[in-house]
Nanobody, 122 residues
Framework: VQLQAYGGGLVQAGGSLRLSCAASGRTFSSYAMGWFRQAPGKEREFVAAATWNGDNRYYADSVKGRFTVSRDNAKNTAYLQMNSLKPEDTAVYYC????????????????WGQGTLVTVSS
């Protein structure tokens, strides 16, 4: 599976961005998917995840109510809508696919895309 995350950029605090994760190589709908982020000097952390059909979605407390994860299996693409962005959301964001169910941890994922940088200015 090849994953490509894109849509990052520079945005002012309070603004919005939508990240996309395009998948190729295997059946997109076979996998749960997640978004993680890594700020400079920090460990990669869980942001959001969705099960294979999108019916179940999970969020880190720090983004709950501001971020929305979704997926379009027909387009082999997943999304992370980020609203009310804060400077502390600045990080490289990664999408990942999982065959298992431990969606809150880095170790629960089998495939990773390269990240896309999100910078939120104050």
């Amino acid at each position: 599976v090849q994953l490509q995350a894109y849509g990052g950029g520079l945005v002012q605090a309070g603004g919005s961005l939508r990240l996309s994760c395009a998948a190729s190589g295997r059946t997109f709908s076979s996998y749960a998917m997640g978004w993680f982020r890594q700020a400079p000097g920090k460990e990669r952390e869980f942001v959001a995840a969705a099960t294979w059909n999108g019916d179940n979605r999970y969020y880190a407390d720090s983004v709950k109510g501001r971020f929305t994860v979704s997926r379009d299996n027909a387009k082999n693409t997943a999304y992370l809508q980020m609203n009310s962005l804060k400077p502390e959301d600045t990080a490289v964001y990664y999408c990942a696919f999982a065959t298992g169910s431990y969606l809150h941890t880095v170790g629960g994922y089998d495939y990773w895309g390269q990240g896309t940088l999100v910078t939120v200015s104050s």
